[in-house]
């Protein structure tokens, strides 16, 4: 009788002689192999305890509070796999289902709300979370995952973050997901919640790790599925078929694809990806812009709490919308119940400036990508993130704060808006000329009032052009002190974070702002 090796040797040999080639070319687009993180998975899981069946893999299920699935995401297989033990965890009972995924960005849960709800179609949902742009792998086993779990499950969750192309950063990814992990716990505490996740990130120190700091009395089961040293070592079983091996108490591998498969299918993608010749991305730049804002003013994209940051920054990153999407992106503003004439008004100021940031959708429209307009896009959506995004979450009910608002208020909130982007163009477009007006008299606090009280007296139209002249000029002027060294970038920080929601506020905010600079530049009163 043949032994173990010689077994496996014969199994594997027309494979291995054909996966050296696919090996080989992917060595040779996709270095990422030989960094550390890939490495720890690599060296995680070399043997296994025991056989397991299908009945003991549902019994394993059982279990379990939350079940991390790994996912190879250019294999089909794995992701039907997935769908697969989320319907038969959800049929056995007992317990409500939910699905968390790595595939969608948790700054887009409201997309895959609307989807849920069935506001939006497929073909909409594809397109709004990026997805072939930003994930780029197929699209029909992923859309029948969400679809068996809007079948079956209490809800679905994005649960990843930026960056994804940068491994330097990918520990933060794991503590991300961890942390939305807990707060899918809280708001279903009875339900199991299965989580779809990249392979890599389920060595024992890396989202597994996180999850057990941030849920240390949750029973958490891994399900791997198709890892190749356990494969080779489980293709020398004298059993025809082996469906899966306990791997360590809490950790099951299970195998629906051998590593050929696995290879061909990922060299593929390489290959598709490598002929694409689509038009530009305006995202990365957009997001690049922001991220580059963010970091100069020392604000954490990852911070967990709010207070002197902003929550989960990077999961309020805005939609981008380019010239393809006018059409849809008409129909979100009119779901957001803003009328013809608004809607054609702000499309026309994309045509004019390149771009324009839409607080009521969270959204840049860009047509043409023009520098200083895109900048200033990137400081608008960070000041309106660092609240909250007030105009996205609250719609219309915001603009009628606005409304019922005294009308000097809402001069001194468009000032500081006004001036955060300014500032911010200049910080990240330094070119950018200072801002020069008709009245270069130094800023007082007496004139900004008798703006003030002029702009109120005008009409909706006189009133932004006067607060946007105002705004350029603070905004101009804080650069200046920035430059002479007068203030830092943490202190900065405090101009976007500044809540303008109650009565009087962005006049306080704005009057301080005057009065520092008045201060650093010692201007006689």
Same mark, same amino acid.
């Given at each position: 009788?043949?032994?173990?090796?010689?077994?496996?040797?014969?199994?594997?040999?027309?494979?291995?002689?054909?996966?050296?080639?696919?090996?080989?070319?992917?060595?040779?687009?996709?270095?990422?192999?030989?960094?550390?993180?890939?490495?720890?998975?690599?060296?995680?899981?070399?043997?296994?305890?025991?056989?397991?069946?299908?009945?003991?893999?549902?019994?394993?299920?059982?279990?379990?509070?939350?079940?991390?699935?790994?996912?190879?995401?250019?294999?089909?297989?794995?992701?039907?796999?997935?769908?697969?033990?989320?319907?038969?965890?959800?049929?056995?009972?007992?317990?409500?289902?939910?699905?968390?995924?790595?595939?969608?960005?948790?700054?887009?849960?409201?997309?895959?709300?609307?989807?849920?709800?069935?506001?939006?179609?497929?073909?909409?949902?594809?397109?709004?979370?990026?997805?072939? @742009?930003?994930?780029?792998?197929?699209?029909?086993?992923?859309?029948?995952?969400?679809?068996?779990?809007?079948?079956?499950?209490?809800?679905?969750?994005?649960?990843?973050?930026?960056?994804?192309?940068?491994?330097?950063?990918?520990? /933060?990814?794991?503590?991300? &997901?961890? /942390?939305?992990?807990?707060?899918?716990?809280?708001?279903?505490?009875?339900? $199991?919640?299965?989580?779809?996740?990249?392979?890599?990130?389920?060595?024992?120190?890396?989202? *597994?790790?996180?999850?057990?700091?941030?849920?240390?009395?949750?029973?958490?089961?891994?399900?791997?599925?198709?890892?190749?040293?356990?494969?080779?070592?489980?293709?020398?079983?004298?059993?025809?078929?082996?469906?899966? $091996?306990?791997?360590?108490?809490?950790?099951?591998?299970?195998?629906?694809?051998?590593?050929?498969?696995?290879?061909?299918?990922?060299?593929? %993608?390489?290959?598709?990806?490598?002929?694409?010749?689509?038009? *530009?991305? +305006?995202?990365?730049?957009?997001?690049?812009?922001?991220?580059?804002?963010?970091? +100069?003013?020392?604000?954490?994209?990852?911070?967990?709490?709010?207070?002197?940051?902003?929550? %989960?920054? $990077?999961?309020?990153?805005?939609?981008?919308?380019?010239?393809?999407?006018?059409?849809?992106?008409?129909? @979100?503003?009119?779901?957001?119940?803003?009328? !013809?004439?608004?809607?054609?008004?702000?499309?026309?100021?994309?045509?004019?400036?390149?771009?324009?940031?839409?607080? !009521?959708?969270?959204?840049?429209?860009?047509?043409?990508?023009?520098?200083?307009?895109? /900048?200033?896009?990137?400081?608008? %959506?960070?000041?309106? &993130?660092?609240?909250?995004?007030?105009?996205? =979450?609250?719609?219309?009910?915001?603009?009628?704060?606005?409304?019922?608002?005294? /009308?000097?208020?809402?001069?001194?909130?468009?000032?500081?808006?006004?001036?955060?982007?300014?500032?911010?163009?200049?910080?990240?477009?330094?070119?950018? &000329? &200072?801002?020069?007006?008709?009245?270069?008299?130094?800023?007082?606090?007496?004139?900004?009032?008798?703006?003030?009280?002029?702009?109120?007296?005008?009409?909706?139209?006189?009133?932004?052009?006067?607060?946007?002249?105002?705004?350029?000029?603070?905004?101009?002027?804080?650069?200046?002190?920035?430059?002479?060294?007068? =203030?830092?970038?943490?202190?900065?920080?405090?101009?976007?974070?500044?809540?303008?929601?109650?009565?009087?506020?962005?006049?306080?905010?704005?009057?301080?702002?005057?009065?520092?600079?008045?201060?650093? %530049?010692?201007?006689?009163?």
């Amino acid at each position: 009788m043949a032994s173990t090796t010689n077994l496996r040797d014969r199994r594997n040999a027309a494979q291995l002689h054909a996966l050296a080639g696919v090996e080989r070319e992917i060595r040779a687009q996709d270095s990422h192999n030989r960094r550390k993180y890939l490495r720890d998975f690599n060296q995680a899981f070399r043997s296994y305890d025991s056989l397991l069946d299908s009945e003991q893999i549902q019994n394993a299920l059982l279990g379990a509070d939350v079940v991390l699935i790994g996912d190879y995401h250019a294999l089909p297989a794995a992701q039907r796999h997935a769908a697969t033990l989320l319907e038969q965890r959800a049929l056995a009972g007992g317990r409500p289902v939910v699905l968390g995924v790595e595939t969608i960005f948790a700054r887009d849960q409201h997309i895959l709300d609307e989807w849920w709800r069935r506001e939006i179609d497929e073909s909409e949902l594809r397109q709004r979370i990026r997805f072939d @742009l930003d994930w780029g792998y197929d699209w029909s086993p992923f859309h029948e995952l969400l679809v068996t779990a809007r079948d079956h499950a209490e809800a679905v969750y994005g649960l990843d973050c930026m960056p994804r192309e940068d491994l330097r950063k990918i520990g /933060a990814r794991d503590r991300h &997901a961890a /942390a939305k992990v807990g707060e899918i716990r809280e708001r279903h505490p009875d339900a $199991v919640i299965f989580v779809l996740f990249g392979e890599s990130h389920l060595a024992p120190g890396h989202l *597994p790790r996180a999850l057990h700091q941030q849920m240390p009395e949750t029973k958490v089961l891994t399900v791997l599925q198709n890892i190749d040293a356990l494969y080779w070592r489980a293709s020398g079983e004298r059993t025809n078929k082996v469906e899966a $091996v306990q791997v360590k108490d809490d950790v099951v591998c299970v195998f629906n694809s051998t590593p050929l498969e696995k290879y061909e299918s990922y060299r593929l %993608f390489l290959d598709q990806w490598s002929r694409c010749d689509d038009g *530009p991305d +305006f995202a990365p730049t957009l997001y690049n812009l922001i991220d580059s804002l963010a970091s +100069f003013l020392e604000i954490s994209r990852h911070s967990p709490h709010n207070g002197t940051q902003p929550k %989960f920054l $990077v999961d309020l990153l805005p939609e981008v919308y380019g010239k393809s999407s006018d059409a849809m992106l008409r129909r @979100l503003l009119s779901r957001k119940g803003i009328g !013809e004439q608004e809607r054609e008004s702000l499309l026309a100021a994309v045509e004019e400036r390149g771009s324009a940031y839409l607080p !009521e959708l969270n959204a840049i429209c860009i047509r043409e990508f023009q520098m200083m307009h895109a /900048a200033e896009d990137a400081a608008r %959506f960070l000041h309106q &993130a660092c609240q909250g995004l007030p105009r996205r =979450v609250n719609g219309l009910a915001a603009e009628g704060v606005v409304a019922e608002r005294r /009308a000097v208020d809402e001069f001194y909130a468009r000032v500081i808006e006004h001036a955060v982007a300014f500032f911010g163009s200049r910080v990240l477009h330094p070119s950018r &000329a &200072a801002f020069a007006s008709n009245d270069m008299s130094p800023l007082s606090r007496v004139g900004a009032e008798k703006m003030a009280q002029a702009a109120a007296r005008a009409d909706k139209v006189k009133l932004n052009a006067s607060a946007q002249e105002l705004g350029y000029r603070i905004g101009s002027q804080v650069y200046d002190a920035y430059l002479a060294g007068k =203030v830092a970038p943490s202190g900065l920080r405090r101009l976007f974070l500044a809540h303008l929601d109650q009565p009087g506020q962005a006049r306080k905010v704005c009057t301080a702002v005057i009065a520092k600079l008045r201060s650093a %530049f010692r201007t006689p009163s």
